[in-house]
T-cell receptor, first 112, second 112 residues
Framework: KQEVTQIPAALSVPEGENLVLNCSFTDSAIYNLQWFRQDPGKGLTSLLLIQSSQREQTSGRLNASLDKSSGRSTLYIAASQPGDSATYLCAVSTSGTYKYIFGTGTRLKVLA | NAGVTQTPKFQVLKTGQSMTLQCAQDMNHNSMYWYRQDPGMGLRLIYYSASEGTTDKGEVPNGYNVSRLNKREFSLRLESAAPSQTSVYFC???????????FGPGTRLLVL
């Protein structure tokens, strides 16, 4: 059974710092992986989707990488801003199931 | 485009009462999903509809029923609400399975 873990659960950084959020999964037979952002009391917004055949995806200051063999993905945020404060979740779709399994998220606070 | 809309935003029920959560999307997506989000548990899939006319169980389907009314609308029904169903419910849609998912703003349900 696929399990998705995100460590740490919470992170505080000063504005301007580059940071890395981690996501690990137990079954490497994934179809794709998505990173989402969730603001308090709101729904989820998709940030990046990485297909299993890809190594990374980039959007603006965000870069997501995928290493299937080690069961890991990282979300790199460059030059963090207070507006980046939110909870970041990763979700993994396992081949053949067509369902996403979500991690519990990392709550990020960027201090001005 | 409104994206994914959900009604109601907030609901209080007594144990044993029934209710239907409504979801609609205007992106002409084929696949739609219902999740629940609980503290420390992450998002868990309740039911999904890969395409109009089909529905399948997710990870936690017990106590729920769904209807894919047409391509736009996917409703979730609680026949006899229990306190364990207190949660935040999210509807999502994607053009096809395992593609980028777009989420609604959520429904906060409290069962007393």
């Amino acid at each position: 059974k696929q399990e998705v873990t995100q460590i740490p659960a919470a992170l505080s950084v000063p504005e301007g710092e580059n940071l890395v959020l981690n996501c690990s999964f137990t079954d490497s037979a994934i179809y794709n992986l998505q990173w989402f952002r969730q603001d308090p009391g709101k729904g989820l917004t998709s940030l990046l989707l990485i297909q299993s055949s890809q190594r990374e995806q980039t959007s603006g200051r965000l870069n997501a990488s995928l290493d299937k063999s080690s069961g890991r993905s990282t979300l790199y945020i460059a030059a963090s801003q207070p507006g980046d404060s939110a909870t970041y979740l990763c979700a993994v779709s396992t081949s053949g199931t067509y369902k996403y399994i979500f991690g519990t998220g990392t709550r990020l606070k960027v201090l001005a | 485009n409104a994206g994914v809309t959900q009604t109601p935003k907030f609901q209080v029920l007594k144990t044993g009462q029934s209710m239907t959560l409504q979801c609609a999307q205007d992106m002409n997506h084929n696949s739609m999903y219902w999740y629940r989000q609980d503290p420390g548990m992450g998002l868990r899939l309740i039911y999904y509809s890969a395409s109009e006319g089909t529905t399948d169980k997710g990870e936690v389907p017990n106590g729920y029923n769904v209807s894919r009314l047409n391509k736009r609308e996917f409703s979730l029904r609680l026949e006899s609400a229990a306190p364990s169903q207190t949660s935040v419910y999210f509807c999502a849609s994607s053009e096809h399975q395992q593609e980028t998912q777009y989420f609604g703003p959520g429904t906060r349900l409290l069962v007393l």
